[in-house]
């Protein structure tokens, strides 16, 4: 009996996935277990095994289709059997209510939400430059800093050197000509360039779906506080010259003190590590702190588990390791789902402060600004340079009030501003 | 103004200063009674007697350690190396006493002698007398090193060497002796350590001293024709170097070559690129040029010396190729 195969839910917040690429083609053999398919979900490209056996009778999707989960993907079952009762199953709509994106799909109710022609690139429509197979804009460091300091995208910039360097000439030649290689936000452009649609990517669905849901359905609320990092910060740099001495290969950074530091924290008070389930609490035993990744085309956080029992160097290691695998999207449904807490750092950028918004099911995540220097008044009521971090904590009113969300912030403040504690 | 050569305007500047003060005095091989190898000396030991005036016999370790000691004890002398070639014999004093007394004696001694003669290829001299030596001296903390480049520079730079309470190296292109230039009747000195401007331009700087600043300039005049407008610093002195004069022609025009007579491995024309390269790598727009001459020994064939000398067509293209003008 020929089964249909129909888009499975890879990953837990996904609604439909796309075809990446078939492992299988029509005639091919089929073990139960055998991968037969990648397809792109929200979150990574993740591959799809097959619960039957046998041989692929039919393919109903081609690559680049978005299928909504439940929607058929092929046909497995003896070779040469009739197929004709399950394709009709398909016309109708079969496996599922979602229309089935598949030209052999007849008069769908709704249009099928796949692009019959190959949905335009950002990459092929916008126009760039052709670069170095590296990627590299190779420029000479007079002609960056005379392209920075007016304020022009460098990348934009033919360039007439050897080996196509960006030289001085270039970029004099590139201000003379006006405004078309210009940032759009520095200066005025003349050339008129025509809007164009970006078809969503999966992540960005996602993206926009959840947070619009999170944001209506959660009143958040705000605490910042302004800790004095200089300890932290003396702190790191010895540590970090003692495993540079002792050839570690580990760099302990600023935010993997803060998720160590907030592991610690969440399990002193861990009123915080709570999620909000309708109509009850759920008390998390265990700190899983997540840290945001910017990668391609959206953001990821993946949680590291257990960060209170973990040495600095364990935690800076594994988010440098789930950090790169989330770039490659590569990362498994576990690694990103199940935190109790997460942390959003945009300190690199040099952002003051900021808030962010609170990735559930956790009732509250941490904002974190720049470390930076600034004036302060001493214990004496002296004007002194401090060394100040500003962070945000929003917390899901639902689950946590004022007064505990400041508890977490003071044991917070506690342990960043004495930084040995969060190596004892 | 008048117009003297080089070698005369050394001489003036030797007997200026001997004059002016009782202390300094010249010795070294061939300096008195022949006037110098390369007429330096002519009439000095006429005027200032064979006490002041001192021919030595051919041992460049014995006679520099003496200039050394004297000047450690407070005379001012001149000690004339026939070249400095020879001079290498010399090195054990100059390196080892002279560049480290006052920092040995915690301030107590110092070492106000003038070492000075022929450097450079003369033309079919062979490799043993054609060397450019400027880089050991340059390399050791301790010593100052002055090279001029036209007898105004000449005069007024060994002046300030001999007053200077420092031992100085002072290296004469062997084939200046005999150029001519202005230089005027009146007093004056040039400060140790601040390099000249010998020509304005926007788009690119030489960086050079001593013999390769004519070679620039006339590289210089080539490439203004081809519509390239070339600056030539002269650094006059080597050591210590002056920065600031680098940065004020570098920062203008965002390309550099620089230009040295002698070979290119450890010298000072690679000093100056790792200084420029550092100092002012936003300022650049094209990697640090240099010409040099070549990595061999100077081949005694006459035809052969200036092509492994730097000469104006490898500047130009140098420059050229610096300024991305095919």
């Given at each position: 009996m020929a089964e249909l195969i129909t888009m499975l839910a890879?990953?837990?917040?996904?609604?439909?996935?796309?075809?990446?690429?078939?492992l299988k083609n029509e005639g091919d053999s089929v073990e139960e277990g055998e991968i037969?398919?990648?397809?792109e979900t929200d979150k990574a490209t993740m591959e799809m095994e097959s619960f039957h056996e046998g041989t692929v009778l039919k393919l109903l999707a081609q690559k680049g289709d978005a299928i909504p989960v439940g929607a058929p993907l092929a046909i497995i079952g003896e070779a040469g059997e009739d197929i004709s009762d399950v394709m009709a199953e398909v016309e109708n709509g079969g496996g599922s209510s979602a229309p089935a994106p598949t030209n052999g799909a007849s008069e769908p109710a709704t249009p099928a939400p796949v692009q019959a022609a190959p949905a335009p690139t950002p990459e092929a429509a916008a126009p760039s430059k052709p670069k170095r197979a590296d990627g590299r804009?190779?420029?000479?460091?007079?002609?960056?800093?005379?392209a920075s300091d007016n304020g022009l995208d460098i990348a934009q910039i033919d360039g007439?050197?050897?080996?196509?360097?960006?030289?001085?000439?270039?970029?004099e030649e590139a201000l003379k000509s006006g405004g078309a290689v210009a940032r759009p936000a520095f200066t005025q452009s003349f050339e008129s360039v025509a809007d164009q649609e970006i078809p969503l990517s999966q992540m960005r669905k996602t993206i926009a779906k959840r947070l619009t849901q999170v944001w209506n359905s959660t009143p958040h609320f705000y605490l910042t506080a302004n800790f004095d990092m200089g300890k932290a910060m003396s702190f790191r740099k010895q540590l970090n010259e003692q495993l540079a001495e002792a050839e570690a290969g580990v760099k302990v950074s600023v935010n993997d003190m803060i998720v160590k530091a907030s592991?610690?924290?969440?399990?002193?008070?861990?009123?915080?590590?709570v999620s909000f389930q309708g109509d009850h609490l759920l008390q998390h035993g265990e700190s899983h702190v997540g840290v945001a990744v910017a990668i391609d085309g959206g953001l990821i956080t993946p949680i590291v588990r257990n960060a209170d029992r973990k040495t600095l160097s364990q935690i800076s290691t594994e988010i440098r390791e789930l950090a790169g695998r989330a770039r490659d999207k590569k990362l498994k449904p576990e690694e990103y789902t199940g935190g109790g807490f997460s942390i959003s750092n945009l300190g690199m950028f040099g952002i003051d402060h900021f808030s962010a918004i609170i990735n559930p099911p956790e009732a509250a995540i941490l904002a974190c600004g720049a470390v930076q220097k600034e004036p302060v008044v001493d214990e004496n009521g002296e004007l002194a340079v401090g060394t100040r971090m500003k962070v945000t904590l929003s917390c899901d009113h639902r689950a946590v009030d004022g007064a505990v969300g400041a508890e977490f912030l003071i044991e917070l403040r506690r342990l960043l501003e004495n930084p040995f504690l969060l190596v004892v | 103004m008048r117009k003297i050569l080089f070698r005369d305007a050394l001489n003036e500047a030797m007997s200026e200063e001997m004059e002016r003060d009782p202390d300094v005095f010249l010795m070294g091989e061939e300096v008195a009674e022949y006037n110098g190898a390369y007429k330096c000396s002519v009439?000095?030991?006429?005027?200032?007697?064979?006490?002041?005036?001192?021919?030595?016999?051919?041992a460049e370790l014995g006679f520099a350690g003496i200039g050394i000691g004297a000047a450690m004890v407070g005379m001012k002398p001149i000690v004339e190396m026939m070249t400095f070639n020879f001079a290498i014999l010399a090195l054990d004093q100059v390196m080892n006493t002279a560049a480290k007394m006052r920092y040995m004696s915690g301030g107590q001694l110092s070492c106000p002698v003038v070492i000075r003669g022929a450097g450079g290829a003369g033309g079919h001299l062979g490799a043993q007398h054609s060397q450019s030596l400027e880089a050991q001296y340059v390399h050791c903390p301790g010593l100052k090193v002055m090279m001029p480049a036209t007898p105004y520079d000449a005069k007024g730079m060994l002046k300030t060497a001999i007053r200077d309470p420092d031992p100085v190296i002072f290296i004469e292109s062997e084939i200046l002796y005999g150029s001519e230039g202005e230089v005027p009747e009146e007093e004056y000195t040039i400060p140790m350590g601040v390099a000249?401007?010998?020509r304005e331009g926007a788009d690119c700087t030489i960086i050079t001293w001593s013999r390769m600043v004519h070679f620039s300039l006339d590289a210089a005049a080539e490439l203004a024709e081809q519509g390239i407008d070339v600056e030539v610093v002269d650094l006059r002195t080597l050591r210590p170097l002056d920065k600031e004069a680098i940065r004020k022609s570098v920062k203008k025009t965002n390309r550099v070559v620089v230009v040295e007579e002698g070979w290119y491995w450890a010298s000072v024309g690679s000093t100056v690129a790792d200084f420029i390269s550092r100092d002012l790598f936003d300022h650049l727009d094209a990697p640090v040029g240099r010409v040099h001459q070549r990595d061999i020994p100077m081949p005694y064939a006459y035809n052969l010396e200036p092509l492994s000398l730097p000469n104006k067509d490898n500047i130009v293209e140098a420059v050229k190729r610096a300024c991305y003008v095919d």
């Open positions: 890879l990953s837990p917040t996904m609604d439909e996935g796309t075809l990446v690429e078939w037969i398919a990648e397809i804009v190779v420029a000479s460091p007079v002609a960056k800093r005379i007439s050197g050897p080996g196509g360097r960006i030289i001085k000439r270039d970029v592991a610690m924290a969440m399990t002193r008070y861990p009123k915080i590590n | 009439g000095m030991l006429d005027r200032f007697g064979p006490k002041r005036v001192i021919d030595t016999p051919i000249d401007v010998k």
